[in-house]
């Protein structure tokens, strides 16, 4: 059953990829400082944020180190809790960015709803093996009856191919969960790299979510999706 609504103006849930958080083995200190700057201006304006941290390179970089010392055949389900601890630990440095405004606790089991999550800022890990913080913010939108999640990535839209190996990769801008769906395929699989999680899409087309897929460095264009003006990405429903 969905919470009662908090007195806030508009609530959101983000899908802050790790590709945003630890782009490449370290903190991108510069991006976060513009978040935080930019998340706590809309939250003195009344907003409120459900912030879903992705693994980033923590992941992929823990995820080959095992590979390289006992091979391929490690469970996928080690594998994704190699993920999992790596949304964790991203989760709580970004809980302590915003530590003053946020929730006291991280969020990381979703089959509970935590009613005592009133503050404006509530920051939130990765749960169970099986799927993508994605999944993640998706369980949350259903929980706390909020209609859309944005996805905060590295990338500006979708593509209908893979944009770094074909140069006449081309953009969509609207997109129907089927095709997404065709697109990413139905299978999780640790470390997979797609736009949105097979798993969450599967998820979200079942409960009728809209999703927005944007490149999260643009926080201009970020403004301007919370403000319902023209924005560049992808919208999925």
């Not at 009344?46 to 010392?69: D, L, P």
């Not at 946020?102 to 990765?126: L, M």
């Not at 999640?149 to 990338?155: E, F, R």
Request: glycine fraction near 8%; aromatic fraction near 10%; proline fraction near 4%.
């Amino acid at each position: 059953m969905p919470i009662k609504k908090l007195d806030y103006k508009k609530e959101y849930i983000l899908s802050l990829g790790g590709s945003l958080i630890v782009p490449n083995g370290g903190p991108d200190i510069e991006f976060l400082q513009q978040f935080n700057r930019f998340i706590r201006k809309k939250a003195t304006q009344g907003c409120r944020f459900f912030i879903v941290c992705g693994g980033g390179s923590i992941t992929r970089s823990y995820q080959k180190a095992a590979e390289a010392v006992v091979g391929k055949q490690i469970a996928n389900e080690d594998m994704d809790w190699l993920g999992i601890h790596s949304t964790r630990l991203n989760a709580h440095m970004v809980r302590t960015i915003f530590k003053d405004i946020a929730y006291e606790r991280i969020i990381k089991h979703y089959d509970i709803i935590d009613k005592k999550a009133i503050q404006p800022i509530v920051v939130c890990s990765g749960w169970r093996p099986g799927w993508s913080t994605d999944y993640d913010a998706v369980l949350l939108a259903q929980d706390y009856d909020i209609k859309r999640v944005i996805n905060l990535s590295n990338i500006e839209m979708v593509y209908d191919k893979d944009p770094y190996k074909y140069k006449d990769a081309k953009p969509i801008k609207e997109m129907k969960w089927d095709d997404l769906i065709s697109l990413v395929g139905k299978k999780w699989v640790p470390g997979l790299n797609r736009p949105f999680d097979p798993i969450a899409s599967q998820l979200a087309k079942s409960i009728g979510l809209k999703v927005v897929i944007c490149n999260g460095k643009n926080l201009d264009n970020f403004a301007r999706i919370l403000e319902g003006k023209k924005f560049v990405g992808t919208v999925i429903e």
